[in-house]
């Protein structure tokens, strides 16, 4: 059976590279543009792990991270975090809602995301 | 000895608007007030002395002389209303040409008025007592010349009320409220004892209280003035107390003194103490100045944090707005690429993959590039914080040598490790920074050596781990060797063998390094001749 990735990403043209990629290598992807978006679409599905941006245009991708840790449902879901903003604090936040990990996007190639996936997934 | 009734009231009174009017001429002249104004309000003070002490005279000595004297003391009167026309529109900073125009037209009216009463009959015809009571047989002019000071009263009266329904400053409201309650206060009291009375009702006998009541006006203005210049108005005890003095020794010359050399010592003496409290009062000015200078330059300094503090929001904001727009489209670039060079999109022909491989080594540098210039920027900014943990310093070293043995063997150079004799205990570290610092200065050595290779080797030294990088490069001249941890150098060397980089990363090594309390030098014996770098870090 296939796994799945739920990935939410708000830049188009990296979001259908990322879901190229994933599909390549055999997952089934669904897609998010944005948190809200994001949180309406989880609903009723069980991804296998989540790729989740940062930036986000009005909610970032921590308050995503918060709400959906309030569900039973996904509180074990693997989540990577991965942003072209480097901040510490943000990073830290990520952690402490359970991410795997949170990745530079400019520092990795799709393998190398798809190796990280790879990784982390249940 | 003169007693205090009637006429000698009028006479203390007199003394009384005198020193107060010399007074007020010396307070306005020892602040730093407007030129301008202090000189319009120094000629108006003069115009009263001549009016009020003339228009006495003239009701105590002989009918030939009084009638000069209080023609004199009227002819005045016209200027007199005149400069304060001038005054009021220089205080009020009306620059209009009409303006101009208006006051010129009083000017030379008035001072036709003062050829008119001086030298003929036409305002002034006659004068003669009754009772001891001044009595004025009008000319024919003379409603020519109370229509012309009815004018002028009116028209500064209307430019004053004009202003205080205009104006929403505070200050300047209350400044303009002064002159209105002194100016209006004046006209009435001017108007009623010295025109409708004696013309209308021929009652002589309270001139005085029409020509002191110049007193009021010149007091009011005074304030205004004092006020527009200070922002709290600041009459300092001394100023009274000089001022009382003043005038119980004025007053007491006048009275006090028929002796004329005991006169001469005590107008002296009075004059000393005009110029001591002018002194004083000038000393005062300056220590409110002093304090007005101090407030402003805190208020500047408020400013100048302010602006810091918006700087700084907005230094934080370019920097998260450039890392996330620059490398976005950096990322979907170095992605499509290596999926391309990968075969993801099916075989590339191996003179295309070459080129692609170009392109995204391109790319790599133009990464590692944003990637630097935002690390300085958020060093310099503050934001870059040091997040030390307990690590094994060997073990980190011994990953990234192993990172760096394929790239290392490509290039015919060896990379070696040499283990310390002593094995370090775990020490609290940044592995993040760390990991950056030993990597660009691994890179550099691979960069900059043709043959040989780069050996990495750790030790404890006086509870420091010390870290030496040494490679059989290029070497560094000795000029170059302090200048390379500076931002954008990048040494002699760099620039003949490499285009690469923008001499960032060794900047940011000795920024990582130094959040450990650590140090970082570089040594080289010269060109050609290799180079070592060394990171000693205290072990906490």
């Known amino acids: ?122 | 000895m003169p007693g205090l009734y009637g006429v000698e009231i009028v006479r203390i009174a007199l003394l009384f608007v005198n020193a107060i009017g010399l007074w007020f001429v010396v307070l306005i002249n020892s602040h730093k007030t407007d030129k301008k104004i202090s000189n319009l309000f120094s000629t108006m003070v003069i115009l009263m002395f001549i009016w009020v002490n003339l228009a006495y005279f003239s009701r105590i000595l002989d009918i030939e002389i009084g009638i000069k004297l209080i023609r004199i003391a009227w002819s005045v009167t016209p200027l007199f209303f005149t400069t304060i026309l001038y005054f009021i529109l220089e205080f009020l900073g009306e620059k209009k040409k009409i303006y101009q125009k208006i006051k010129l037209a009083f000017l030379l009216i008035s001072i036709l008025f003062v050829f008119i009463t001086l030298f003929t009959s036409a305002i002034i015809d006659k004068i003669y007592f009754i009772n001891q009571i001044l009595q004025i047989e009008y000319g024919i002019l003379s409603w020519v010349f109370f229509g012309t000071v009815c004018v002028l009263s009116f028209l500064n009266i209307f430019l004053l009320l004009r202003k205080r329904f205009s104006t929403s400053e505070n200050n300047q409201k209350f400044e303009t409220n002064c002159l209105l309650v002194g100016f209006s206060s004046f006209f009435l009291l001017n108007g009623i004892y010295n025109i409708i009375l004696p013309v209308f009702y021929q009652r002589f006998n309270l001139y005085y209280l029409g020509d002191y009541s110049t007193i009021i006006l010149i007091s009011f203005i005074a304030y205004a003035i004092l006020k527009a210049k200070l922002f709290k108005l600041f009459i300092s005890l001394p100023t009274l107390l000089m001022a009382a003095i003043f005038i119980i020794l004025f007053t007491d010359l006048i009275f006090l003194t028929p002796d004329p050399t005991l006169k001469l010592i005590k107008l002296i003496s009075l004059l000393t103490i005009a110029y001591i409290s002018y002194l004083l009062m000038k000393s005062v000015q300056r220590q409110t100045e002093q304090r007005e200078e101090i407030e402003q330059l805190v208020q500047r300094l408020e400013k100048a944090n302010k602006d810091l503090r918006m700087a700084d929001k907005t230094k934080s904001e370019f920097i998260s707005i450039a890392s996330h727009q620059l490398r976005t489209p950096l990322t979907s670039t170095k992605g499509y690429l290596s999926m391309i060079a990968d075969g993801t999109y099916g075989k590339v022909p191996p003179k295309i993959k070459e080129k692609i491989d170009c392109v995204f080594y391109s790319n790599e540098r133009l990464i590692k590039l944003v990637n630097e210039l935002l690390n300085v920027s958020r060093i310099e900014a503050g934001k870059i914080k040091y997040e030390p943990e307990k690590k094994d310093l060997e073990k980190i070293l011994y990953q990234i040598i192993q990172d760096f043995r394929i790239v290392a063997k490509e290039k015919g150079l060896t990379i070696k490790f040499k283990k310390p004799k002593e094995k370090l205990p775990e020490m609290l570290l940044d592995e993040d920074k760390l990991r950056q610092v030993i990597l660009n200065i691994i890179d550099n050595g691979i960069k900059y050596t043709n043959k040989g290779g780069i050996t990495v080797s750790l030790e404890k030294k006086d509870n420091n781990a010390c870290i030496a990088i040494a490679d059989t490069g290029e070497g560094i001249r000795k000029e170059d060797l302090e200048k390379m941890f500076q931002s954008f150098s990048r040494g002699s060397t760099g620039v003949m063998l490499s285009r690469e980089g923008a001499g960032l990363g060794l900047y940011i090594a000795k920024k990582f390094i130094e959040m450990h309390d650590g140090k970082i030098w570089a040594e080289s014996k010269g060109l050609k001749k290799g180079s070592q770098f060394y990171i000693q870090i205290p072990i906490k």
């Open chain 1, 1 to 122: 059976m296939k796994k799945t990735i739920f990935i939410i990403e708000d830049e188009l043209m990296l979001a259908d590279m990322y879901k190229e990629k994933m599909e390549m290598a055999g997952f089934e992807v669904i897609q998010a543009f944005d948190a809200e978006e994001a949180l309406k679409k989880i609903e009723g599905t069980n991804p296998d792990i989540i790729l989740l941006d940062i930036l986000l245009p009005r909610q970032s991708g921590i308050y995503f991270l918060e709400r959906i840790r309030e569900k039973e449902e996904f509180k074990e879901t693997p989540v990577i975090a991965f942003s072209n903003f480097d901040d510490s604090e943000t990073r830290k936040m990520a952690f402490d809602l359970g991410a795997k990990d949170y990745l530079i996007k400019t520092n990795y190639t799709p393998q190398e995301i798809l190796d990280k996936v790879k990784k982390y997934i249940k």
